[in-house]
């Protein structure tokens, strides 16, 4: 997540990364993705997070868990991801006491449980409904193999906003996105009143079903490059402008996945969110034991060659942004003039895509989405 947000926020951010400058930290945290559970109600085929057997499916971490997880690292911001959070039998427990130790949360859903789980939480600039969609109605459909998931999350997020909530949206684009459609797309989710929009380019990791529809990075600053340049000024995105150019190609950024470290219920992830070379104990020992010089497109290792995800080079975009002067005044151009006019990134938009409807089948809503949806 970004530093866009209340202007507490952006000062909880901005302190806090010049604070770890000023003390000579190269490695340090900016978001914990903290995932209290990775059992979901979706079966998306671009992730593999509920590929995992039912005996690990159905583990919860307590909330005294999560919270010394919070205390260890640091981090100003706390992202809850999952699996999906709102299944979590004391997430409204998790929230409250994150909420006490002023973190600000982005609590990332799908939605199908918002608006029945809303009375569980109060209103509060530290929380952040972080809605997972994949693009206008029938691309997010397909993309998350549910028939109707569109509407369902829509209705959760108007819920929210009606009720006082802070609300921001989550977009993973995968090879075949249509970028004239996720044009329209930005221009529903700004009528609808969020705050601001995330965005990230599919990445291929190991237990997602679906292996086919990952992009590149030539094929991501492609379609970056024709969603994002020409833009209109009422897109709002809850991220690093300059981790924006990252995509479209106008930057290059080493990755820094301490940046945004994982602590799940197997303890804290090598090297960061989507990779899995083992677990540490403790964060002291994550960034002690880990080689991190094997990691990153810089580093030969295959698996990192077409990564250009948030949570390896949004934190390096942010590091930039607060290591000089220079780099704060790119970030504040980009923001306030960066409209990036580019004539033969309108040609990208006439391009045919192919329509991502190899994702799997899906599967119809029938009636309320409830808890009968656990493993």
């Not at 819920?159 to 684009?173: C, E, M, S, Y």
């Not at 292996?211 to 492609?222: D, I, K």
């Not at 897109?235 to 300059?242: D, V």
């Not at 409209?339 to 309320?368: C, M, N, W």
Request: a positive charge; hydrophobic letters at 40%.
């Amino acid at each position: 997540m970004g530093v866009p947000g209340p202007i507490s926020q952006m000062w909880a951010v901005s302190s806090y990364v010049v604070r770890q400058k000023l003390k000579g930290r190269k490695q340090y945290p900016l978001v914990l993705m903290l995932e209290p559970l990775l059992r979901c109600n979706l079966a998306c085929a671009g992730c593999g997070k509920i590929q995992y057997p039912a005996h690990v499916l159905k583990k919860n971490l307590s909330p005294e868990e999560c919270f010394r997880a919070v205390d260890e690292c640091g981090a100003p911001v706390v992202s809850i991801p999952g699996g999906e959070p709102l299944m979590h039998p004391q997430i409204a427990e998790i929230v409250k006491g994150l909420v006490a130790r002023k973190k600000y949360i982005y609590l990332c859903t799908n939605a199908l449980l918002l608006k029945e789980k809303l009375h569980l939480f109060k209103p509060s600039k530290y929380l952040t409904f972080s809605v997972h969609m994949d693009g206008q109605r029938e691309h997010h459909d397909f993309s998350v193999c549910l028939e109707g998931g569109y509407e369902k999350a829509v209705e959760g997020i108007k819920a929210a906003l009606a009720q006082g909530f802070r609300v921001t949206t989550n977009t993973t684009l995968f090879d075949g996105a249509d970028p004239k459609s996720v044009r329209a797309f930005f221009d529903e989710m700004m009528e609808l009143g969020v705050e601001g929009m995330m965005l990230s380019p599919g990445y291929s990791y190991d237990k997602a079903p679906d292996q086919q529809h990952f992009l590149g990075r030539a094929r991501t600053r492609r379609l970056f490059r024709g969603m994002l340049s020409n833009r209109s000024q009422q897109w709002k995105f809850n991220q690093s402008a300059l981790f924006l150019e990252f995509l479209m190609g106008k930057r290059e950024y080493s990755c820094t996945p301490w940046g945004m470290p994982t602590y799940n219920v197997f303890g804290w992830q090598k090297p960061c969110y989507l990779l899995q070379d083992g677990y540490a104990d403790s964060f002291a020992e994550l960034l002690a034991a880990t080689a991190w010089e094997r990691y990153g497109t810089e580093s030969g290792n295959p698996k990192c060659a077409n990564c250009m995800v948030h949570s390896g080079y949004e934190a390096s975009a942010v590091n930039d942004m607060f290591g000089s002067l220079g780099g704060m005044w790119q970030e504040v151009k980009a923001r306030m003039f960066g409209s990036y006019k580019d004539r033969a990134a309108l040609q990208l938009l006439e391009e045919p895509a192919t329509p991502v409807h190899a994702f799997g089948p899906l599967v119809q809503i029938e009636g309320p989405v409830a808890e009968e949806t656990r493993v």
